[in-house]
């Protein structure tokens, strides 16, 4: 071997190709290593991250029971929503019973994205009033709505269809989007992700239950707005491998937590109005307004309902009141049309009165359920009224 060839043999080049390959595949293994750690982690652990998600749960696991903590998921612009195909059988269990969503992650039957001929799709945005904590899928209000719309020889031959005015609907469909815990900034986020895929011919909302309630020193948008912010703890905390071993070095406790959750409830029942609510009224009404103008954009009709608590159906005052008067005045500034469902219970007690849960002041039982159902009816009568032919189906 010459001098030239020893050389060629030992200069850096030839050196430098190994290491780098020793290096690609020192990558490529640590990736797979801690991909797998990362699709383990994912299938053990929800993702917990942010604050209000973790609140949520803990709420949950106050109310109810270890398998009812398994109906939420996280989601990074509403905070959480239902887990998909959830079926909660658990006799233990009061706030949470039976079907709790479909394969699309809503409290109603199955039904396709794709609307079928000569249906009309009515939408029930709302918080935990409107998915019927405290009661079956089939007592919820939307469900009891689409029954009795579908029985109403009324509805059947007053909306026609666009495409041979002479045909009478023969169905509606009511799709139950209420979601445990929601705020109107929620269910903002909610219709903004939902309405496109929906396609509702008509949208109710029904929010002001959770927006006067104080989680913590942070509104709901605040809280978004952080949650937001770049950092590296925040994208490290997006994997879950790094949130199992989080809970490892500092494990919860489980008294604080439901301190927490304790504390949370009892400022729901006693609320402070020196605390930070979730959604300032303000906020609300700036929220609703929004709704109205997402609606109105797509030529959707908006029904806002006013939905009481215990003390309202007795005609006493709530700490709600200045949230339903800023819905009155947003419908009136409008034209939106609202489902009066405080109204309808102040006209039935005592009945409406004895038809909330058992120590709960807001949801209600098949019967109270009923009764908002009937609110939502003449709702839609008076959206009927007002532009007869607003609510022809105009699916293709």
């Given at each position: 071997?010459?001098a030239?060839?020893?050389?060629?043999?030992?200069?850096?080049?030839?050196?430098?190709?190994?290491?780098?390959?020793?290096?690609?595949?020192?990558?490529?293994?640590?990736?797979?290593?801690?991909?797998?750690?990362?699709?383990?982690?994912?299938?053990?652990?929800?993702?917990?991250?942010?604050?209000?998600?973790?609140?949520?749960?803990?709420?949950?696991?106050?109310?109810?029971?270890?398998?009812?903590?398994?109906?939420?998921?996280?989601d990074?612009?509403?905070?959480?929503?239902?887990?998909?195909?959830?079926?909660?059988?658990?006799?233990?269990?009061?706030?949470?019973?039976?079907?709790?969503?479909?394969?699309?992650?809503?409290?109603?039957?199955?039904?396709?994205?794709?609307?079928?001929?000569?249906?009309?799709?009515?939408?029930?945005?709302?918080?935990?009033?409107?998915?019927?904590?405290?009661?079956?899928?089939?007592?919820?209000?939307?469900?009891?709505?689409?029954?009795?719309?579908?029985?109403?020889?009324?509805?059947?031959?007053?909306?026609?269809?666009?495409?041979?005015?002479?045909a009478?609907?023969?169905?509606?469909?009511?799709?139950?989007?209420?979601?445990?815990?929601?705020?109107?900034?929620?269910g903002?986020?909610?219709?903004?992700?939902?309405?496109?895929?929906?396609?509702?011919?008509?949208?109710?909302?029904?929010?002001?239950?959770?927006?006067?309630?104080?989680?913590?020193?942070?509104?709901?948008?605040?809280?978004?707005?952080?949650?937001?912010?770049?950092?590296?703890?925040?994208?490290?905390?997006?994997?879950?491998?790094?949130?199992?071993?989080?809970?490892?070095?500092?494990p919860?406790?489980e008294?604080?937590?439901?301190?927490?959750?304790?504390?949370?409830?009892?400022?729901?029942f006693?609320?402070?109005?020196?605390?930070?609510?979730?959604?300032?009224?303000?906020?609300?009404?700036a929220?609703?307004?929004?709704?109205?103008?997402l609606?109105?954009?797509?030529?959707?009709?908006?029904?806002?309902?006013?939905?009481?608590?215990?003390?309202?159906?007795?005609?006493?005052?709530?700490?709600?009141?200045?949230?339903?008067?800023?819905?009155?005045s947003?419908?009136?500034?409008?034209?939106?049309?609202?489902?009066?469902?405080?109204?309808?219970?102040q006209?039935?007690?005592?009945?409406?009165?004895?038809?909330?849960?058992?120590?709960?002041?807001?949801?209600?039982?098949?019967?109270?359920?009923?009764?908002a159902a009937?609110?939502a009816?003449?709702?839609?009568?008076?959206?009927?009224?007002?532009?007869?032919?607003?609510?022809?189906?105009?699916?293709?």
């Amino acid at each position: 071997m010459t001098a030239q060839q020893s050389l060629i043999l030992t200069r850096p080049h030839g050196c430098s190709l190994s290491v780098r390959r020793k290096l690609l595949y020192s990558a490529l293994v640590s990736i797979l290593f801690f991909g797998s750690i990362e699709a383990a982690a994912r299938l053990l652990v929800s993702d917990s991250a942010h604050g209000r998600f973790r609140q949520i749960r803990e709420l949950v696991l106050f109310l109810g029971t270890q398998e009812s903590d398994l109906m939420l998921d996280v989601d990074l612009q509403r905070f959480w929503k239902l887990r998909p195909n959830v079926e909660i059988n658990d006799p233990g269990n009061s706030y949470w019973q039976g079907t709790i969503s479909n394969s699309l992650g809503f409290r109603s039957p199955e039904f396709t994205l794709e609307m079928p001929a000569g249906i009309t799709r009515i939408v029930c945005f709302g918080d935990s009033s409107t998915f019927g904590i405290g009661a079956r899928m089939e007592d919820t209000w939307p469900f009891q709505f689409e029954e009795q719309l579908n029985e109403s020889i009324e509805f059947s031959t007053t909306v026609t269809d666009r495409r041979d005015d002479a045909a009478p609907l023969q169905s509606f469909q009511v799709i139950n989007a209420g979601v445990p815990g929601y705020t109107s900034y929620q269910g903002l986020q909610h219709m903004r992700q939902e309405l496109d895929r929906l396609q509702p011919d008509v949208v109710f909302a029904s929010y002001a239950n959770n927006d006067f309630w104080t989680w913590d020193n942070q509104t709901d948008a605040e809280h978004a707005a952080h949650l937001n912010e770049w950092s590296l703890r925040r994208v490290l905390l997006r994997s879950r491998a790094v949130q199992l071993l989080d809970k490892c070095l500092h494990p919860p406790r489980e008294p604080a937590s439901r301190e927490w959750a304790d504390s949370a409830t009892n400022s729901y029942f006693l609320p402070n109005p020196d605390w930070t609510q979730r959604v300032p009224l303000d906020a609300f009404r700036a929220n609703i307004e929004r709704m109205g103008d997402l609606c109105a954009s797509r030529n959707i009709p908006l029904i806002l309902v006013l939905w009481p608590d215990q003390s309202l159906a007795a005609g006493h005052w709530s700490i709600r009141l200045d949230y339903h008067e800023a819905l009155r005045s947003v419908a009136a500034e409008h034209g939106l049309v609202i489902a009066d469902v405080t109204s309808v219970f102040q006209q039935n007690r005592p009945w409406s009165v004895q038809s909330y849960v058992p120590n709960d002041i807001v949801h209600v039982n098949r019967y109270g359920n009923r009764l908002a159902a009937q609110a939502a009816i003449t709702a839609l009568r008076s959206v009927l009224q007002k532009s007869p032919h607003q609510l022809a189906v105009s699916h293709d």
